[in-house]
Nanobody
Framework: QVQLVESGGGLVQAGGSLRLSCATSGGLFSAYTMGWYRQPPGKQRDLVARITSGGTTNYADSVKGRFSITRDNAKRTVYLQMNSLKPEDTAVYYC?????????????WGQGTQVTVSS
């Protein structure tokens, strides 16, 4: 069983920065594709950024150039550095782990952390 625990959310003014962390336990972290998703109030949950086991990253167009996803396999943790935050970045941010098929497949979610950006 894989468990994910997010931290680092909070209230920040527009133009500010936050760094989210997602600590994991269980499973072979280094083999997982890790991702950050967000869900604004009343809207669907969408991908923000992903990083594969090999370090390849991809980002939603709305955050390119402002957000950066990294991973530390030794610490079993994935990070999301968020700079130049905008009010439209306000959402609950969720960490996601995709287990590869050779390990049984499936996906796991954290409980979410609130990010609020004031104008």
């Amino acid at each position: 069983q894989v468990q994910l625990v997010e931290s680092g959310g909070g209230l920040v003014q527009a133009g500010g920065s936050l760094r989210l962390s997602c600590a994991t336990s269980g499973g072979l972290f280094s083999a997982y594709t890790m991702g950050w998703y967000r869900q604004p109030p009343g809207k669907q949950r969408d991908l923000v950024a992903r990083i594969t086991s090999g370090g390849t990253t991809n980002y939603a167009d709305s955050v390119k150039g402002r957000f950066s996803i990294t991973r530390d396999n030794a610490k079993r943790t994935v990070y999301l550095q968020m700079n130049s935050l905008k009010p439209e970045d306000t959402a609950v941010y969720y960490c996601n782990a995709e287990r590869p098929r050779f390990l049984g497949g499936g996906a796991y979610w954290g409980q979410g952390t609130q990010v609020t950006v004031s104008s």
